[in-house]
């Protein structure tokens, strides 16, 4: 453990760590790390508000944040609901001999189908089911219901490709069909947070680096990785929601939109 700080240019509460390592000089190390990242990244908040709010709670101070609005806390559930599906969605795939051999023939590997996030969804009565055993409310499925009612989902059209918006939310998902037939994909309907859904970000986005516009979901995920393994954090890939779309203003809105939050 060591001191902690906190700077004014950035909203994140930092530590020094020391950690011991046992190679062959056995010297420890000492590194900086965000706390609040680190809450995000072991799973134990969703985001950084929810950081600061476990924090305040945990130092017993008043937190500086205000509360969400009525309207903010369904979108927040709504998030939660989709981010839930995916989870399930991608823990089905490694018992799906098929849907793994279709993505092995698109270069994609197991590792990275799950890096990814892609899954496999099955029939809208086993979401519904799921969700009900994960604790959502009825209110809050409800709401979600609309999404998974276009033709085919959960059916001809499986594998599940989740829609990310600039914060790496889940805001929809894209499905697949992988068997020969028209109509080679479906999306959840735009009932819900449509304003989010027109791209789709492989990542969270990069202030400073530069956005490549991809023409598929599974292109940009795709470069996004591989990309990363030789050059991590330095670029942005991006698709528009349904492949063969153009880039024009209301684009260009929603991608300065998105450097504003």
Wanted: net charge positive.
């Amino acid at each position: 453990t060591g001191r902690t700080s906190v700077f004014k240019d950035k909203p994140h509460l930092l530590a020094d760590v020391t950690k011991q390592f046992t190679g062959a000089k056995g010297k420890n190390k000492t590194e900086t790390i965000s706390i609040v990242n680190y809450l995000i990244d072991s799973k134990q908040v969703a985001d950084f508000r929810e950081a600061i709010l476990l924090m305040c709670e945990r130092s017993g101070i008043a937190s500086p944040l205000k509360p969400l609005t009525p309207e903010q806390k369904e979108q927040k559930e709504r998030f939660k609901i989709r981010q839930t599906l995916a989870d399930w969605f991608n823990s089905m795939l490694m018992d799906e001999k098929p849907f793994i051999d279709y993505l092995r023939s698109r270069g994609i590997d197991h590792p990275t189908a799950n890096a990814l996030k892609f899954g496999v969804a099955p029939e809208y009565n086993k979401i519904e089911s799921y969700l009900k055993e994960q604790g959502f409310t009825h209110k809050v499925i409800e709401q979600i219901n609309p999404e998974f009612r276009s033709k085919g989902i959960g059916s001809t059209h499986r594998l599940a490709i989740p829609i990310k918006d600039h914060k790496g939310r889940v805001t929809g998902f894209k499905f697949r069909r992988i068997t020969s037939g028209a109509d080679k994909y479906t999306a959840t309907a735009k009932k819900m947070d449509s304003h989010l859904r027109a791209l789709h970000w492989a990542e969270p986005l990069k202030t400073e680096a530069p956005i490549y516009l991809m023409e598929g979901e599974i292109d940009a995920s795709l470069t996004a990785v591989r990309v990363a393994e030789h050059e991590p954090n330095k670029y942005n890939f991006v698709a528009l929601e349904g492949a063969g779309k153009v880039f024009d203003s209301t684009t260009l809105k929603l991608f300065r939109k998105a450097s504003n939050e």
